[in-house]
Nanobody, 121 residues
Framework: QVQLVESGGGLVQPGGSLRLSCVAS????????MGWYRQAPGKQRELVAA???????NYADSVKGRFTISRDNAKNTVYLQMDSLKPEDTAVYYC???????????????WGQGTQVTVSS
């Protein structure tokens, strides 16, 4: 099995910053894409940012220029640096990872349990 654990959420004032981390562990041969999604109350889950293994990151228009996604393949970890936070960024943030558990095996998508980010004065 594969587990993803997020950390770094919390309460921050508008204009502030937070850095989210997500560590993947378990039976992992390789990880392809890793990403961050968010879900605000009453809304659908939406993509925030994603990054393929060795690829360029892509971002939702609403976070371009404010959020930065990065990954450390040696640590099976993906980060989301969030700057200039706005109240509309308030949501539960989830990470996901496309994991291959053995050479030549299928790729499955795994999700973390989510971490709350609240932007409020």
């Amino acid at each position: 099995q594969v587990q993803l654990v997020e950390s770094g959420g919390g309460l921050v004032q508008p204009g502030g910053s937070l850095r989210l981390s997500c560590v993947a562990s378990g039976s992992i041969f390789s990880i392809n894409a890793m990403g961050w999604y968010r879900q605000a109350p009453g809304k659908q889950r939406e993509l925030v940012a994603a990054i393929a293994n060795g690829g360029r990151p892509n971002y939702a228009d609403s976070v371009k220029g404010r959020f930065t996604i990065s990954r450390d393949n040696a640590k099976n970890t993906v980060y989301l640096q969030m700057d200039s936070l706005k109240p509309e960024d308030t949501a539960v943030y989830y990470c996901n990872a496309d994991v291959q558990q053995r050479l030549g095996g299928p790729t499955y998508t795994y999700w973390g349990q989510g971490t709350q980010v609240t932007v409020s004065s």
